[in-house]
């Protein structure tokens, strides 16, 4: 090829190129048709454990349902969306369809699911495509949920209905550029007039705000220095929306920034039920839960499409799936699904009892993507150079210092990680007793329970892994580590 210099380095029309260099890519299925990309969606093979057992009637029927859909009206399309980072809306009727906005909520015309339910149903999305789990849980677990949760009766009933069909789209606006783990420092202002608030300020990394009808807002009231929530609509004069670029995961997701100037905000849209801070995490209570079970669907998508392709594609005369390193990495993924679901299973049933905890959501959220890292990783390992490719899924998701030790940050990140791995041992092993009692067990069910605990034990967004093991650090040991500890006097050191 001759090279020509140019002051425009993408200028190709330039350059001497081989007639075929505009030529569309093969399709994915003709120059690899060795194995089957993502877009069949296989079978589910990650249900090792026979987790059904676990669910009730209704809940089976969501996650049937809920996995039947996604398998074959969105799984076909959601690579070329990821691809060219734009939203299909045409999926929005499918999606609407399986009843999943609004989750627990009751009444409304909402579902009104078990927290099971419902989370089983955001795996079941998060299987197929994290995207697409990503936009239904800032919709209904933030947005419908701070509505339903803080809102007064008026609201949920001129919002609500609504949403719960998504005819509108809603979004969550909390974290600000200066401001995302230590969300309740945040700038964004709201001041009382006659009839209603001024908003100004600006928010960053909001999930659905390019398109979203109503945007649920949190500000700082300037005569109470609290944090206050509102329902701001779409086109309200002096809001703008703007799509974040560039981004490579969650690419369909449409991610932006909002910037707002002297935004008027009705009273009758002041969410009467925020006062302060601590209400946002009555929403982010349960909306932790669903956000442990997205890692957990994406974990089971990326086994299947890793167990289908280990079986068709073949090197040396046999299938990767018989090759021992190979069974090693799977068997460690499918240990891994299993104790993610038990994890989050006991999660669901400790919100159910009343006893759930901010540290024990925080807790799950924070080892359960970690996990989930991890079987990703693996999984694009086994991949090998398709690793790299949409078409295959995996591509796309005592005292010191004048302080105890309990209270630096790096000594309760590593307690707390010692909590996780003991509390995810103690239910596979139930688990494999429960299998056992009911005649259920293999000797392949007790030699994955055994690898699991053997070995050692979407994670940034509600809360990053470590913001997450400090909160359970300081439910376990009494010590608030978030921001640095200040000595009285200079240490010698």
Same mark, same amino acid.
């Given at each position: 090829?001759?090279?020509?210099?140019?002051?425009?380095?993408? #200028?190709?029309?330039?350059?001497?190129?081989?007639?075929?260099?505009?030529l569309?890519p093969?399709?994915?299925?003709?120059?690899? %048709?060795?194995a089957t990309?993502?877009?069949?969606?296989?079978?589910?093979?990650?249900?090792?454990?026979?987790?059904?057992?676990?669910?009730?009637?209704?809940?089976?029927?969501?996650?049937?349902?809920?996995?039947?859909?996604? &398998?074959?009206?969105?799984?076909?399309?959601?690579? &070329?969306?990821? &691809?060219?980072?734009?939203?299909?809306?045409?999926?929005?009727?499918?999606?609407?369809?399986?009843?999943?906005?609004g989750?627990?909520?009751?009444?409304?015309?909402?579902?009104?699911?078990?927290?099971?339910?419902?989370?089983?149903?955001?795996a &079941?999305?998060a299987?197929?495509?994290?995207?697409?789990?990503t936009?239904?849980l800032?919709?209904?677990?933030?947005a419908? $949920?701070?509505?339903?949760?803080?809102?007064?009766?008026?609201?949920?009933?001129?919002? $609500? %209905?609504?949403?719960?069909?998504?005819?509108?789209?809603?979004?969550?606006?909390?974290?600000?550029?200066? =401001?995302?783990?230590?969300?309740?420092?945040?700038?964004?202002?709201? @001041?009382?007039?006659?009839?209603?608030?001024?908003? *100004?300020?600006?928010?960053?990394?909001?999930?659905?705000?390019?398109?979203a009808?109503?945007?649920?807002?949190?500000?700082?009231?300037?005569?109470?220095?609290?944090?206050?929530?509102?329902? !701001?609509?779409k086109?309200? %004069?002096?809001?703008? !929306?703007?799509?974040?670029?560039?981004?490579?995961?969650?690419?369909?997701?449409?991610?932006?920034?909002?910037?707002?100037?002297k935004?008027?905000?009705? #009273?009758? *849209?002041?969410? @009467?039920? !925020?006062?302060?801070?601590?209400?946002t995490?009555?929403v982010?209570?349960?909306?932790?839960?669903?956000?442990a079970?997205?890692?957990?669907?994406?974990?089971?998508?990326?086994?299947?499409?890793?167990?289908?392709?280990?079986?068709?594609?073949?090197?040396f005369?046999? %299938?990767?799936?018989?090759?021992?390193?190979?069974?090693?990495?799977?068997?460690?993924?499918?240990?891994?699904?299993?104790?993610?679901?038990?994890?989050?299973?006991?999660?669901?049933?400790?919100?159910?009892?009343?006893?759930?905890?901010p540290?024990?959501?925080?807790?799950?959220?924070?080892?359960?993507? $970690?996990?989930?890292?991890?079987?990703?990783?693996?999984?694009?390992?086994?991949?090998?150079?398709?690793?790299?490719?949409? *078409?295959?899924?995996?591509?796309k998701?005592?005292?010191?210092?004048?302080?105890?030790?309990?209270?630096?940050? /790096?000594n309760?990140q590593?307690?707390?990680?010692?909590?996780?791995?003991?509390?995810?041992?103690?239910?596979?092993?139930?688990?494999?007793?429960?299998? =056992?009692?009911?005649?259920?067990?293999?000797?392949?069910?007790?030699?994955?329970?055994?690898?699991?605990? #053997? /070995?050692?034990?979407?994670?940034? =967004?509600?809360?990053?892994?470590?913001?997450?093991?400090?909160?359970?650090?300081?439910? !376990?040991?009494?010590?608030?580590?978030?921001?640095?500890?200040?000595?009285?006097?200079?240490?010698?050191?």
């Open positions: 090829m001759a090279i020509h210099s140019s002051s425009n380095q993408d #200028d190709s029309s330039k350059r001497a190129m081989p007639s075929y260099f505009n569309p093969l399709d994915v299925s003709n120059a690899f %048709p060795q990309p993502a877009s069949v969606f296989p079978p589910c093979a990650s249900d090792y454990f026979q987790f059904d057992d676990l669910l009730t009637p209704e809940e089976q029927a969501v996650r049937k349902k809920v996995r039947e859909c996604m &398998e074959k009206e969105i799984a076909p399309v959601m690579t &070329e969306y990821w &691809e060219k980072a734009k939203f299909p809306f045409q999926c929005i009727p499918k999606l609407a369809a399986l009843r999943l906005a989750g627990t909520i009751k009444g409304y015309g909402c579902p009104g699911l078990s927290i099971l339910g419902s989370a089983v149903g955001t &079941e999305v299987r197929v495509d994290a995207s697409c789990s936009f239904i800032v919709h209904s677990s933030l419908m $949920l701070t509505i339903a949760l803080c809102g007064s009766e008026a609201q949920k009933q001129k919002y $609500l %209905p609504s949403l719960a069909q998504f005819q509108t789209i809603g979004c969550w606006g909390l974290t600000e550029p200066d =401001y995302g783990s230590d969300a309740s420092a945040l700038k964004t202002t709201a @001041t009382k007039v006659e009839g209603g608030w001024i908003l *100004d300020g600006q928010k960053r990394w909001i999930g659905n705000s390019t398109f009808d109503i945007l649920v807002i949190f500000a700082r009231n300037t005569s109470t220095n609290q944090i206050n929530g509102y329902i !701001v609509k086109d309200a %004069p002096g809001l703008t !929306v703007t799509k974040i670029e560039n981004k490579i995961g969650l690419r369909i997701v449409q991610n932006g920034d909002i910037v707002m100037k935004v008027f905000i009705p #009273d009758e *849209d002041r969410l @009467t039920g !925020v006062n302060s801070f601590q209400d995490n009555k982010l209570a349960v909306s932790r839960v669903m956000v079970w997205q890692p957990i669907g994406i974990s089971m998508g990326i086994y299947d499409i890793c167990h289908r392709y280990l079986k068709e594609r073949k090197q005369g046999a %299938p990767l799936a018989a090759f021992q390193i190979n069974q090693q990495k799977l068997v460690q993924m499918l240990s891994n699904v299993q104790a993610m679901f038990l994890v989050g299973w006991r999660l669901c049933k400790l919100y159910e009892s009343g006893k759930m905890t540290g024990h959501a925080s807790l799950a959220k924070s080892w359960i993507t $970690l996990r989930a890292r991890e079987t990703a990783a693996l999984g694009r390992e086994l991949l090998g150079g398709n690793g790299i490719l949409a *078409d295959f899924l995996v591509a998701e005592r005292k010191q210092f004048g302080a105890p030790l309990a209270a630096f940050q /790096i309760q590593k307690l707390v990680q010692m909590l996780s791995n003991v509390q995810a041992m103690f239910l596979v092993g139930w688990r494999l007793c429960k299998l =056992y009692e009911s005649g259920k067990m293999t000797p392949g069910h007790a030699s994955l329970a055994k690898a699991f605990c #053997d /070995i050692e034990p979407i994670y940034t =967004y509600e809360g990053t892994y470590d913001i997450n093991t400090l909160v359970t650090g300081r439910e !376990v040991t009494g010590f608030a580590s978030f921001k640095p500890v200040i000595a009285q006097k200079r240490s010698r050191l």
